[in-house]
């Protein structure tokens, strides 16, 4: 690694021109075994969605920003929760953190991380969030993490955020996510929301968020996220945040996203790749680029703002 964190050989990070590239970077940095952690994506729901573009609609004045869960974000895409950062790079989360501050994003800071969250929060130059899992401790864990700065606590449902396969479950335990928010004094999301149904339950047990993510809940094999996206944003019918996670790679599958509901978009393995290859600039060069090209999207879309987006502007194909 040179002093910008990148290995001798590879191409600079702002000559890469998609997140693809960044993942074939990663791929020349890390062990294959620790690369496959990860590596690939199902992408075919994405695929099946096509836009309706909106031609002589001034959108010079773009605008990206959202209110969300009490924050005022430069942009909706946010670096997800992952675990133990410092197995793709040294400077694990504090190299992440650096890249997504300087790029005005948020990032969700995972309780399994490889360093301790009040050492990750005295660096944070944009609002810090926390997950952690419906389990033995959390409670304690999401209190330090407030304690420490974090100003969102997301509790994550199912499986481990740690990226590769994830084993499903069938229920929610609301008693333990109703112990771990009692006390907490910031905005609660639940993680792993994949039906209708737990979206309105968790909204009359007090969330004020979810995140459509196939990480846990009642999931199924054949539904991307981004295919329940729509139907849980109607259940929600502006009573919460609805953010949403699950193989975004482009501008276009978050406009897609966005145009169907979402007010923000979890990225974890893009960001991971350029965290292995180029550590904290390329975190921020990828972040960027989504925005970039998040932007440019939205323009093609004539929409000037995130406001202006309505499910017209996407067809979905068949399978």
Same mark, same amino acid.
């Given at each position: ?15 890469? /021109? ?12 890390? +062990? ?5 952690? %990860? ?42 929760? /992952? ?24 990032? %969700? ?12 929060? &005295? ?13 033995? $401790? ?14 969102? /606590? ?8 740690? +990226?590769? +396969? ?13 112990? %771990? ?34 990480? $846990? ?26 953010? %949403? ?9 978050? &406009? ?55 499910? $017209?502007?996407?067809?979905?194909? $068949?399978?």
């Amino acid at each position: 690694m040179n002093a910008m964190g990148q290995r001798p050989g590879l191409p600079r990070p702002e000559e890469l /021109v998609n997140a693809f590239e960044f993942e074939e970077a990663a791929k020349l940095t890390l +062990p294959p075994a620790l690369f496959a952690t %990860i590596a690939g994506s199902d992408r075919a729901a994405f695929d099946r969605m096509t836009f309706r573009p909106r031609m002589m609609v001034p959108t010079l004045e773009m605008d990206l920003s959202v209110e969300l869960l009490g924050e005022r974000l430069f942009t909706p895409i946010l670096v997800g929760p /992952v675990a133990d950062q410092r197995r793709y790079h040294a400077d694990g989360e504090r190299a992440t953190l650096r890249g997504a501050s300087a790029a005005r994003a948020v990032m %969700i800071v995972s309780s399994r991380s490889s360093a301790p969250i009040g050492e990750i929060a &005295a660096q944070a130059k944009t609002p810090l969030w926390y997950a952690v899992h419906a389990d033995a $401790g959390a409670r304690k864990q999401a209190a330090q993490a407030v304690a420490a700065g974090c100003t969102a /606590v997301f509790i994550t449902v199912g499986a481990s955020e740690q +990226p590769g +396969p994830r084993p499903r479950t069938t229920a929610i335990d609301w008693k333990a996510i109703e112990d %771990i928010r009692r006390g907490l004094d910031v905005p609660v999301a639940i993680k792993g929301v994949m039906t209708p149904q737990q979206a309105k339950t968790a909204i009359d047990a007090g969330m004020r968020g979810v995140v459509v993510s196939s990480y $846990g809940g009642v999931a199924s094999e054949k539904q991307a996220p981004i295919e329940a996206l729509a139907s849980i944003a109607d259940a929600c019918a502006g009573r919460a945040a609805v953010l %949403i996670d699950g193989s975004f790679r482009r501008g276009s599958d978050i &406009a897609k996203a966005l145009v169907l509901g979402a007010h923000g978009v979890l990225v974890a393995r893009p960001v991971m790749w350029a965290l292995a290859a180029y550590g904290a600039a390329g975190v921020q060069t990828i972040l960027e680029m989504l925005q970039s090209d998040l932007g440019r999207n939205m323009g093609a879309l004539g929409a000037p703002n995130l406001e202006s987006l309505n499910r $017209g502007m996407v067809r979905k194909h $068949g399978r």
